[in-house]
């Protein structure tokens, strides 16, 4: 399957941008160069997330793991460009599943855990999979049952669907019935010749869709994008030398390896440094804690929400190893400068700040382009700009530029809020079987409007100006008696509440203004928060008398989907009960 149209790759390539290696070449490459360093780990609680001893492959096993794989999804009937949807937890199994239908051109459809019935069925339907692998249960949720349950649908509907059960990494030894069991087939000296002639005879190209990824879902029906070898290897050095990850270095992963954040973050940096990855998910901070004193990791992944909590929590801080980290990469909310500055000056630690998503934003502020602590966590360089040059050289090839919802026109000056468009070799050609949400989702001349509001921020030397300010969603802005608020900023003058541990803003509606200003927090331990502390606190920072919080809740934690990002309708309902 492809989507990018002839032209456009013919120009991508001719720029150098695009090429013909495809990422299980990269994998290939790096088990030639290392067999025995270690690749991959299990997270230690395994047995009790999904049953079965934690592993530790080298780069051989897994080379050997992915061959089994690949005769194995032969063997289920996959073949080139058939859709296979993923439904597994971040266990070693899933890399070398991710390898072996790349190699086969079998397109990955991975799904979040979280995921049930409603949402696989979706994802099922739209995309015509030809199956689901998933394992038989995660923390006591009957994963296997749910897939079953869809396979018995859509047979009442005359569609073929199989359901693979990850036997492996299941807690029992029995497939339950219905599901057919999958599991690597050795490798012999025919089974190679097979596997190998299949390859040559059915060739996978680097501009071949690999993987269809589902948007966060947090304003509305999931929205498939479809990225192929070379939209993955294109976005993949943003991470990479934003957050200098450096040739044979251990990785942690706690992200779901679903979407951006783990598949473009960790994942393809793994692919280029041939280092291990160290894998976690769902979040367990003892777990994420007691692997980065074990196995060592330089960099790490971890929402702000933890960042900030440990920072503020002397006797845990006490009770951590953190010094085999040089950086900790964060984002998907934005980011407390004085969290920034803390790691650095009590750990050595800096801390990299990357907006990305599915469809190919890749900004990131580090400490090379944002050695500030205040710009670095509300900054992101302008990169893209003929105006501007960069030294170092930017990390990825991308086009920015703010644009005016109302009118259509770019924006030029700061201070102006306007949506970020993009273009470029990192953006995805357009959601999955979607002509109508494209014909929306694309400007005339091309390029991708991401429905983020950012302004461009002044300069400080007196040249122009070299940064955006992210300051929300487009369609998450507030509404108060016509004026539009974004949540985000209220979310941080929340964070820098003493008394709050974490804390978001909605809107909720009012007869009379439209909407009003409902605070969501968790408090610190023994602190009470109120709304007039809040209020207190909102005007001694200096915000307009109307971003004041007008309603107050209080909550144990706070809604938030796989990669942490605030579901901010979950909030709403909160608010508006």
Known sequence: MRTTPADRIRDYRGRGWWGET?????FDANARAHPQRPALLDPPNRPELVGGAAQRLDFAATAALADGYALALLHHGLRRDDILVAQLPNIVEYIPLYIAAFRLGIIVSPAPMQFRGHELGQIVRHTGAKAIITVDALKGVDHIGTALQLRAELAEAGVPFAVLSLRSAAASPQTPEGALPFEPIAMDAAARAGLDDHVA??????DDIATICWTSGTEGTPKGVPRSHNHWRAISWAHLRGAGIRDGEALLNPFPLVNMAALGGCFMSWMHNAGTLILH?????????????????AYAIAPPAVLNMLLKNEAMLASVDLSSLRCIGSGSAPLDPEMIQGYHDRFGIEICNNFGS??????????????????????????????LVWDPPPPVAIRTRVVDPDSGLEILSPGKPGELQITGPTVFDGYFAAPQINAAAFTADGWFRTGDLFEICGAEDGGPPRFYR??????????????????????NVLAQMPTVLDGAACGYADPVMGERICAVVVPRPGAEVTLESIASHFQAAGLALFKTPERLRVVAQLPRNSVGKVLRGELTRLAET
């Open 281 to 297: 998910h769902p979040l367990d901070l003892p777990t994420y804690f007691k692997q980065i004193a074990v196995e060592r990791p």
């Open 358 to 387: 599915n469809e190919g934003v890749s900004l990131i502020s580090n400490a090379e382009n944002a050695r500030d602590p205040l710009h670095r966590a509300r900054w992101f360089p302008r990169y893209g700009r003929d105006e």
């Open 470 to 491: 992210f300051v929300g969603r487009l369609k998450q802005i507030i509404i108060r008696g016509g004026v539009k608020i974004a949540p985000e900023e209220l979310d």
């Open 201 to 206: 005879a059915h060739p996978v190209d680097a």
């Open 22 to 26: 495809r990422i299980h070449d990269m």
